[in-house]
Structure formats: structure tokens, C-alpha cells
Antibody
């Protein structure tokens, strides 16, 4: 079955760019009807959707983060990536990648295990 | 921007009891695009319900979803020990396209 795995640095300095990659295994990122999202969860807080990408490269971002976010896809590697610029301590969170399925009304049916990213204050 | 408000914040019940969790939207949400997730400590969320009332693959039938418009409910008919967790509702449609409620913590009484 399809699995997702996040990877990237666990510590990012303030003002730098956070970069994470999600590797899709057990299936193709080019599957129709699927979007590929990044979602984060601040410590002891709720969930915040960051944005998504389709295999075609089209993207949609949360307006609250849009000016700092870039999501890209590499179909040859079956991966998609997140870049978040000008980070501050407020960007400290667990970052998840997830699949949105059109068959399930675009709900997130598969999630990565999450990766903790810390931005020191 | 659509805001989802979940209540109660914490629900204390015993195994075998019935749990009713509420999710209220600040404006009407298409039922097709309302989902519920369960999250246990240290784990990613797990999809329970999509389209307001359809169970995801492998989800026991003690979990059910209902509602329309601005009011949605997740019901767990008979609580099992493994059901104690945090539950989130989520909408897809209105800016910021996806948003989540703040969560309801279901704890053992």
C-alpha cells in the first residue's frame, strides 16, 4: 500500500529556509485524483494545512503562509517537497505530508509519520 | 475564512459509553467535504469519516458521522479503550481550502 515518509533537517536557524521532502512508496505520485499536501502541527496544538500540489505541478497554498511557501514535485523520484522561507520560532512544529483522495472527497487518507522541525528563538 | 469549532474541548467517559462530538462551522459546509480524524499521542492523524458520514477503510462501525450545513457530529457508539484520543473535524472547500477544528480530547473517566 502507499506510504509516505518525510525527511529533512530537524533544526533550522531563524530567517533561513525550511526544506522538507516527502517520498511516496508503494504507488505513483502521478496517480490521478490525488493531491499531495503538507500539514503542520504546533506543539500541543491543532492542525494547520500548508498547501498542496498535483503531479502536474499545479499548487494551492494557505493564504496565511502563501508568501513564504513553495511546494514542488519530482515525479521521477516519486517525491514532493516543501520550502518555507524566513522561518521564526513560530514555525516550530511537526510537519506531515499527506495524500488527498478525490475518491474520498479530498480527505487525507494517507499520512507520513511526521517530522519535528525546531526553529530556536 | 471558514472556522470550525469543536465541542466539548475535553470529554471524559468510560469504556462502553457513547461519545458524541460536535463540529460547528462558521458558514455552511458541503457535506461532501467534511471529514473526521483520530490522533493518538506521537502518531499522525488517521482518517475515520469522509463526506460527513462515510467510514474510511478499516474503520469499525461503532464510528459514525452525521450532520449538514453548519452542524456535524461524530458518534462512537460504545467506547473501546483504544478510542481514547484527540478527534479533529476538517473541511475542504472554502478558503483556506482545508481547515481543521481545534480538536476534542476524549479521555478515560
Amino acid at each position: 500500500q502507499v506510504q509516505l515518509q518525510e525527511s529533512g533537517p530537524g533544526l533550522v536557524k531563524p530567517s533561513q529556509t525550511l526544506s522538507l521532502t516527502c517520498t511516496v512508496s508503494g504507488g505513483s505520485i502521478s496517480s490521478g485524483g490525488c493531491s499531495w499536501s503538507w500539514i503542520r502541527q504546533h506543539p500541543e496544538k491543532g492542525l494547520e494545512w500548508i498547501g498542496y500540489i498535483y503531479y502536474s505541478g499545479s499548487t494551492y497554498y494557505n493564504p496565511s503562509l502563501k508568501s513564504r511557501v513553495t511546494i514542488s514535485v519530482d515525479t521521477s523520484k516519486n517525491q514532493f517537497s516543501l520550502k518555507l522561507s524566513s522561518v521564526t520560532a513560530a514555525d516550530t512544529a511537526v510537519y506531515y505530508c499527506a495524500r488527498g483522495s478525490a475518491m474520498l472527497k479530498d480527505a487525507f487518507d494517507i499520512w507520513g509519520q511526521g517530522t519535528m522541525v525546531t526553529v530556536p528563538s | 475564512e471558514i472556522v470550525l469549532t469543536q465541542s466539548p474541548g475535553t470529554l471524559s467517559l468510560s469504556p462502553g459509553e457513547r461519545a458524541t462530538l460536535s463540529c460547528r462551522a462558521s458558514q455552511s459546509v458541503s457535506s461532501s467535504y467534511l471529514a473526521w480524524y483520530q490522533q493518538k499521542p506521537g502518531q499522525a492523524p488517521r482518517l475515520l469519516i469522509y463526506g460527513a458520514s462515510s467510514r474510511a477503510t478499516g474503520i469499525p462501525d461503532r464510528f459514525s458521522g452525521s450532520g449538514s450545513g453548519t452542524d456535524f457530529t461524530l458518534t462512537i457508539s460504545r467506547l473501546e479503550p483504544e478510542d481514547f484520543a484527540v478527534y479533529y473535524c476538517q473541511q475542504y472547500e472554502s478558503s483556506p481550502l482545508y481547515s481543521f477544528g481545534q480538536g476534542t480530547k476524549l479521555e478515560i473517566k
